[in-house]
């Protein structure tokens, strides 16, 4: 099992200095890259958060929970009182291990999912090893993604065209589908979209429209649901510290990442994830359906 994960997060500093500003150090790893190996490994402890019960005794499915903002939803929703179940391609196993560890150290349990989401099988399967654990399942969390940075759209072969689709927006729709039989009135769908699908991005052209595509998916599934009490939602975060970048671009880009936010530095997982916890717990987000929310540093050009 991995050591022991500390927080780098201190109590003496301000809060606008908690979190390390752009320039990162330069760095740079193969697909789909491992947290484990990144430099400074992101927080996603969140020591600061309490938890509540909110999200007690629920059980949540969240696809890419090894690492990045999947971990840090699957550590706060532990902390609420709920067990997870995590997917995670067979590569990251070291990271999965991690999360696994310590969502236990936060008293629930956490089964984990070796598999890849572009498979029709694996997502029907996922959610059933899911519901045969754990009895249940009232939260489906859709945050896997592939992401592959490139010049221009004669760059972007046909092979990547789909990677990029069968796992951004074909797998969030076979999860929703194969979840649809087992989620009851008051559950929730809780999908992870992005800036780049609202603002697009001229070097994310077929990661960004799959991101738009998960925005229209939200809305439509929200509307589809709303009568049978099953809530939708997306959350659209902006540059995140995540092996999803450090694995996509050159070490010198990687190291400006998130450098041209007011804020001047990425998000860290554990600043992200409060915003999952908000939509999947009843008591904060009853009233709240088919919303997309974006997380951007104090970027406010947004629609």
């Known amino acids: 099992m991995p050591k022991e994960r500390e927080s780098n ?3 003496k500093q301000a809060p606008s200095e908690k979190y390390p500003k752009s320039p990162m150090p330069a760095q740079h790893q193969e697909r789909p ?4 190996e990144m430099t400074p490994r992101p927080e996603y402890l969140a020591p600061d958060y309490k938890g509540a019960d909110k999200l007690k005794d629920k059980i949540a499915l969240i ?9 840090a939803v699957a550590v706060l929703f532990a902390r609420e009182g709920a067990d997870s179940a995590i997917t995670f391609l067979p590569s990251e196993q070291i990271d999965a291990e991690e999360t696994q560890q310590q969502i236990e150290r936060e008293g629930r349990q956490c089964l984990l999912i070796p598999g ?6 694996f997502c029907q399967s996922a959610v059933e090893k899911t519901v045969q654990k754990f009895g249940k399942l009232n939260i489906l969390v859709n945050n896997a993604a592939y992401q592959h940075n490139q ?4 760059e972007i072969s046909d092979e990547q065209f789909d990677m990029t689709f069968k796992t951004n927006i074909y797998g969030y729709f076979r999860m929703a589908k194969a979840a649809l039989k087992h989620l009851q009135d008051g559950d929730v769908i809780i999908n992870c979209g992005s800036i780049t699908g609202l603002e697009g991005n001229k070097h994310l052209i077929d990661y960004a429209s799959t991101k738009g595509a998960i925005h229209a998916f939200t809305k439509s599934l929200a509307l589809n649901l709303v009568e049978k009490g099953i809530r939708v939602n997306c959350v659209a975060p902006g540059p995140v510290w995540t092996p999803l970048n450090v694995a996509d671009k050159p070490a010198e880009q990687v190291a400006q990442h998130g450098a041209n936010t007011p804020m001047r530095r990425p998000a860290q997982p554990e600043e992200v994830a409060p915003a999952f916890v908000f939509f999947a717990s009843p008591c904060d987000a009853s009233y709240v359906t088919g919303e997309i929310l974006t997380l951007l540093g104090g970027e406010t050009r947004a629609a």
């Open 151 to 154: 010049e221009s759209i004669e």
């Open 63 to 71: 696809t890419g929970g090894d690492s990045g903002i999947g971990r």
């Open 116 to 121: 890849d989401v572009t498979s029709p099988e």
């Open 33 to 36: 890259g491992v947290e484990a």
């Open 9 to 11: 997060s201190t109590d």
